[in-house]
């Protein structure tokens, strides 16, 4: 028995190398793949490359909703040609990347992206300390190119001139299965690029997937090497996560596997505290609901939200000290964006549009004399009436401001004017509040009209 054992041993070492196994070809009548689905110039890039002697097929998370039925929102193509070779091949195409070289081809406001098989087996790879991979441009084979994605339900490649769908890692299983699964040893493939942890998340949450164990115990240890990973792609991910149309799920999904610490700004303490709490999943539940219902969502805005109790903290506890309102608000504003760019490199114009919503807030409350018209001539009332209500519904304003301004927004020039009126009359009749003595001028004194403006007094 022992001499058995040993030439079984044996033979399994003279074996050599073990050879790649051979895809799945999966047909369309198997797949059911509706071919309407696809954007015309996802097919135009992979029938130019087909025709120039070149294999060229879509790729990754657009096969994976294929198969779901549901219409991509992107979509890559994965081909044997080189970054130059796809460029000459198009009029409007720019090589882009250091990390990995890929071709965004440009058709009016849609970029199919391009990329080339990548090799498995790289020794000039360039990696970080902890095993993140920094830059790594060595062309491959197709069956290298899918193990080296991520999921396996991500590894999936489609034909668009045969209908065929072509499987390494058995995807459309797991697909069927509703399980995502990694490719390879999952600690290993989490220190090549920690964002893939984040990926994790998103896809169990946006497609009701449970992770697999193996793919998911590692996930609490490696946790910290996200805080490795550039601002920018960092932000590029939790803005994919956020505006998934399923953020909520997500967000749980990240306090399940230990995530969220550090994304975000005091995040895991706002989702500690009931009032921030509150207030972030309405927001994110209502954004939720804009992306499914195919709306558009204004980045800024969410960023605001997500922020926006840290704003809040610091703004109170300035004015606590017994500093001016509008100012102290700026200067909380500044303390919270200056905290954000160590760790989210937010775009200028999503930053922008943040300070705007916060700094519009104050201005709710004013609702004498001109105020109200100016600031409904803003253009950014409405984001900052949309904020408005979230805070109304969260207890922070109460809900007569916000009743009352969705009132001011759809009335009449006439009907605005008395809902003024409204507001003044009921704040001069307010039981216990005095009324503020004009200040006596030379005029009064004569008996002529008071010439100080209403205007001047209104807090603009």
């Known amino acids: 028995m022992i001499r058995r054992v040993i030439e079984r041993v044996s033979t399994l070492f003279s074996r050599g190398p073990r050879k790649p196994r051979g895809p799945k070809h999966i047909g369309a009548a198997e797949h059911g793949i509706n071919q309407e689905l696809i954007a015309r110039s996802a097919l135009r890039v992979c029938e130019t490359l087909q025709k120039a002697g070149h294999r060229g097929y879509l790729v990754g998370g657009a096969v994976r909703d294929l198969l779901l039925g549901v219409a991509p929102k992107d979509f890559d193509v994965a081909t044997d040609a080189t970054p130059e070779q796809v460029k000459s091949h198009f009029r409007r195409a720019i090589i882009i990347g250091r990390r990995f070289r890929l071709v965004h081809v440009m058709f009016g406001q849609e970029t199919i992206e391009v990329s080339t098989f990548r090799a498995l087996d790289n020794p000039d790879r360039l990696t970080d300390a902890h095993g993140r991979v920094l830059a790594d441009n060595l062309f491959g084979q197709q069956h290298e190119d899918a193990t080296r994605r991520d999921f396996t339900v991500n590894a999936l490649y489609y034909d668009p001139a045969t209908r065929e769908v072509i499987d390494y890692h058995d995807g459309v299983k797991d697909l069927r299965r509703k399980r995502l699964r990694m490719i390879g040893d999952p600690e290993a493939r989490y220190r090549e690029d920690p964002v893939r942890m984040l990926r994790a998340v998103r896809f169990a949450a946006k497609l009701g997937f449970e992770i697999d164990e193996a793919t998911r115990e590692p996930i609490p240890r490696l946790a910290g090497l996200i805080e490795n990973v550039p601002a920018a792609r960092l932000f590029d991910e939790m803005l994919k996560l956020l505006t998934s149309g399923h953020s909520v799920a997500c967000i749980a999904r990240l306090r399940t596997e230990g995530l969220h610490h550090g994304l975000l700004p005091l995040l895991d303490v706002i989702l500690e505290q ?90 709710f409350e004013r609702r004498s004399g001109r105020s109200p018209f100016r600031l409904l001539e803003h253009l950014r009332f409405r984001a900052g009436y949309d904020f408005l209500l979230l805070r109304a519904a969260a207890d922070e304003v109460t809900a007569e401001l916000a009743d009352w301004w969705t009132r001011f927004a759809h009335a009449a020039p006439e009907e605005r004017e008395a809902l003024v009126q409204q507001v003044a009359h009921s704040s001069a ?31 603009t």
């Open 274 to 363: 009931p009032a921030g709490e509150r207030f972030v999943l309405q927001a994110l539940a209502r954004t939720d609901e804009r992306v499914r219902s195919g709306k558009s969502i204004s980045p800024g805005f969410l960023f605001a939200t997500l922020l926006w109790h840290d704003v809040l903290v610091k703004w109170n506890a300035r004015t606590a000290r017994g500093e001016h309102r509008i100012p102290a608000l700026h200067l909380a504003i500044d303390d919270t964006l200056d905290a954000q760019t160590e760790k989210l490199a937010i775009q200028r114009r999503f930053v922008s549009d943040m300070r705007e919503i916060w700094g519009l807030q104050p201005r």
């Open 429 to 459: 009749e307010a039981p216990g509040r005095k009324r503020r003595r004009r200040p006596r001028n030379k005029n009064a004194m004569r008996g002529e009209p008071n010439t100080v403006g209403s205007e001047s007094s209104s807090g």
